[in-house]
């Protein structure tokens, strides 16, 4: 067996880098293949790994977790470039481009997708959130045509596709016209540990980015003086500065033992945002904390009412101050969190993963 790993970029840490994190850590010898990467933003999960990158990496301003983005149109350029590896199997982790990557005949690929490419599929919400060079943006409308259809060309290569949630499974099924397998992300539950105190704390932990809502939750929290602790970087953490009440504590980028910390440490974790998916709940689950998540997306396979958080139904302040009040009047039963989060364990990715890539 000769395993080779891709994923689209390691520039910024997210959930999808997690879930490659634990991928690297089962198959440590497997290269990885990817566009570029970031050495300063890049884990100590990492250190040891065999990446390759392509010809991107040398481009001005490619490990700029903003400045990336402006090379869009090449990625897909990047990766046909990678000369096919001498491998008999493939994980390729993609929400863009890495799907793109040539293979050998006989490679058996298995792709798992975070999202279908976001800016050709859900192209409103991405570009008008997340690419602010006005250029860029009307030129990829301009072209969103051909590029889908060589999106579905490249998703329809691959032997399997793997979903990250229903939520996703349905969107392949919708713009790729393909089946797939649903396996949620890993989650390193074994990392947490239940902790029944609280220091009256809210609590979010995410990449300060247009779609993920923070802003709401800076509104509700500004408003009612409850206390929230922000944890993450990102480009619209100037804006939500500005809009922030003296209850409100922007932490930036924090190690993955602080933000254990804060997990434990708070009373509730928000999800404001219509994820793929979303790990940080499980995360906060695995501490035995509940969950006000917006009731869309992934959070509704993670997260649920009454026994592990609850959710608002509308992507606005006055819905989620609504959703406080109702878990501040409810008890949680810590150890019923923890247990629910179980199922989510990296232990049960990586044996649902090697069944499909070995079959």
């Given at each position: 067996?000769?395993?080779?790993?891709?994923?689209?970029?390691?520039i910024q840490m997210g959930g999808a880098e997690r879930v490659v994190a634990t991928m690297h850590r089962r198959f440590p010898s497997a290269?990885?293949?990817?566009?570029?990467?970031?050495?300063?933003?890049?884990?100590?999960?990492?250190?040891?790994?065999?990446?390759?990158?392509?010809?991107?990496?040398?481009?001005?301003?490619?490990?700029?977790?903003?400045?990336?983005?402006?090379?869009?149109?090449?990625?897909?350029?990047?990766?046909?470039?990678?000369?096919?590896?001498?491998?008999?199997?493939?994980?390729?982790?993609?929400?863009?481009?890495?799907?793109?990557?040539?293979?050998?005949?006989?490679?058996?690929?298995?792709?798992?997708?975070?999202?279908?490419?976001?800016?050709?599929?859900?192209?409103?919400?991405?570009?008008?959130?997340?690419?602010?060079?006005?250029?860029?943006?009307?030129?990829?409308?301009?072209?969103?045509?051909?590029?889908?259809?060589?999106?579905?060309?490249?998703?329809?290569?691959?032997?399997?596709?793997?979903?990250?949630?229903?939520?996703?499974?349905?969107?392949?099924?919708?713009?790729?016209?393909?089946?797939?397998?649903?396996?949620?992300?890993?989650?390193?539950?074994?990392?947490?540990?239940?902790?029944?105190?609280?220091?009256?704390?809210?609590?979010?932990?995410?990449?300060?980015?247009?779609?993920?809502?923070?802003?709401?939750?800076?509104?509700a929290f500004t408003q009612s003086g409850r206390r929230l602790i922000i944890l993450g970087e990102g480009p619209y953490r100037a804006d939500?500065?500005?809009?922030?009440?003296?209850?409100?504590?922007?932490?930036?980028?924090?190690?993955d033992d602080e933000v254990r910390d804060h997990f434990q440490r708070c009373r509730a974790f928000l999800f404001p945002g219509h994820e793929?998916?979303?790990?940080?709940?499980?995360?906060?689950?695995?501490?035995?904390?509940?969950?006000?998540?917006?009731?869309?997306?992934?959070?509704?396979?993670?997260?649920?009412?009454?026994?592990?958080?609850?959710?608002?139904?509308?992507?606005?302040?006055?819905?989620?101050?609504?959703?406080?009040?109702?878990?501040?009047?409810?008890?949680?039963?810590?150890?019923?969190?923890?247990?629910?989060?179980?199922?989510?364990?990296?232990?049960?990715?990586?044996?649902?993963?090697?069944?499909?890539?070995?079959?």
């Amino acid at each position: 067996m000769n395993l080779v790993l891709a994923h689209d970029y390691l520039i910024q840490m997210g959930g999808a880098e997690r879930v490659v994190a634990t991928m690297h850590r089962r198959f440590p010898s497997a290269p990885i293949y990817t566009s570029a990467v970031s050495r300063k933003t890049l884990w100590a999960d990492f250190a040891d790994a065999d990446i390759r990158t392509t010809w991107l990496q040398g481009m001005p301003g490619i490990e700029h977790h903003t400045h990336f983005k402006k090379y869009l149109p090449l990625y897909p350029l990047a990766f046909r470039s990678i000369t096919p590896p001498d491998a008999t199997h493939a994980w390729i982790s993609s929400s863009t481009f890495a799907k793109y990557m040539r293979f050998s005949p006989g490679t058996r690929t298995v792709c798992y997708i975070h999202n279908p490419t976001r800016f050709l599929w859900q192209t409103d919400e991405y570009l008008d959130h997340e690419v602010r060079h006005s250029l860029l943006n009307r030129l990829v409308r301009a072209f969103l045509p051909p590029l889908r259809r060589l999106d579905q060309t490249a998703a329809r290569r691959m032997d399997v596709l793997v979903a990250n949630s229903r939520n996703v499974q349905e969107r392949i099924r919708q713009f790729y016209g393909r089946e797939s397998e649903v396996i949620p992300p890993p989650v390193q539950t074994d990392r947490f540990s239940v902790c029944p105190e609280n220091d009256d704390s809210y609590l979010i932990v995410s990449r300060l980015l247009g779609y993920k809502n923070i802003d709401i939750a800076v509104r509700a929290f500004t408003q009612s003086g409850r206390r929230l602790i922000i944890l993450g970087e990102g480009p619209y953490r100037a804006d939500l500065e500005k809009m922030a009440g003296p209850s409100i504590e922007f932490l930036g980028r924090r190690s993955d033992d602080e933000v254990r910390d804060h997990f434990q440490r708070c009373r509730a974790f928000l999800f404001p945002g219509h994820e793929d998916f979303g790990i940080t709940p499980v995360e906060a689950m695995a501490c035995g904390k509940p969950v006000i998540a917006l009731k869309k997306g992934g959070a509704l396979e993670t997260v649920v009412e009454g026994l592990s958080g609850v959710f608002f139904d509308e992507a606005k302040p006055e819905s989620l101050a609504r959703a406080v009040e109702r878990l501040e009047s409810t008890s949680w039963n810590a150890e019923a969190i923890r247990a629910h989060a179980e199922q989510f364990s990296e232990a049960a990715f990586l044996r649902r993963m090697e069944r499909v890539l070995f079959p």
